[in-house]
């Protein structure tokens, strides 16, 4: 059990461009899930995956922001045209059936 | 809407005592409950967990109590040592999809420290 393992753990950009985050789960964890964690919160649900299906999106979620999971293993989170309210710490879990998630380190997104 | 609601944003104990960290809910469709711990620079890991269906989980130094009634849980930990100081989290479930664990909603968090 390597964990949950996110890439990069911190990125620096400028409002506008677009950024890509990557979450490699537990190997036998099926559900995935998108969180996003700012100052002094909690982390807020996004988005989750029971394999490579996207079950549900948070009204968070805005047309700019798009998750994938490909093959059910590691999934993408991409934001386009970086906006300030974006800096945030992006997380992701992994989960098997009936099972607490396990969290990764985050991804810190800061827009200059 | 705060759904989950931590309303101490920090605890000072000293070691050996007992940690009272303290969660309130309003969404009565809630059935899962679980507390997680988390250091600077890393994610949130697991402590505990409580179904609806019981009021008190224990395992070994913590406790998580469940009244249901009054919307509220508490996480105990007992003897509270210095390296327990973390922001501690609540959060929330609701059974879906055939699973007891499905997205969390989290409160904001307390901030937990031990002194020696």
């Known amino acids: 059990d390597t964990g949950v393992s996110q890439n990069p753990r911190h990125k620096i950009t400028k409002r506008g461009q677009n950024v890509t985050f990557r979450c490699d789960p537990i190997?036998?964890?099926?559900?995935l899930y998108w969180y996003r964690q700012t100052l002094g919160q909690g982390p807020e649900f996004l988005t989750y995956f029971q394999n490579e299906a996207q079950l549900e999106k948070s009204r968070l979620l805005s047309d700019r922001f798009s998750a994938e999971r490909p093959k059910g293993s590691f999934s993408t989170l991409e934001i386009q045209r970086t906006e300030q309210g974006d800096s945030a710490m992006y997380l992701c879990?992994?989960?098997?059936?009936?099972?607490?998630?396990?969290f990764g380190d985050g991804t810190r997104l800061s827009i200059l | 809407d705060q759904q989950v609601k931590q309303n101490s944003p920090s605890l000072s104990v000293q070691e050996g005592r007992i940690s009272i960290l303290n969660c309130d809910y309003t969404n009565s469709m809630f059935d899962y409950f679980l507390w997680y711990k988390k250091y600077p620079a890393e994610g949130p890991t697991f402590l505990i967990s409580i179904s609806s269906i019981k009021d008190k989980n224990e395992d070994g130094r913590f406790t998580v109590f469940l009244n249901k009634s009054a919307k509220h849980l508490s996480l105990h930990i007992v003897p509270s040592q210095p390296g327990d100081s973390a922001v501690y989290f609540c959060?929330?479930?609701?059974?879906?999809?055939?699973?007891?664990?499905?997205?969390?909603?989290f409160g904001q968090g307390t901030i937990l420290t031990v002194h020696p």
């Open positions: 959060a929330a479930s609701a059974s879906a999809g055939g699973t007891s664990y499905g997205k969390l909603t």
């Open positions: 190997s036998e964890h099926n559900r």
């Open positions: 879990a992994s989960s098997s059936f009936n099972q607490p998630q396990h």
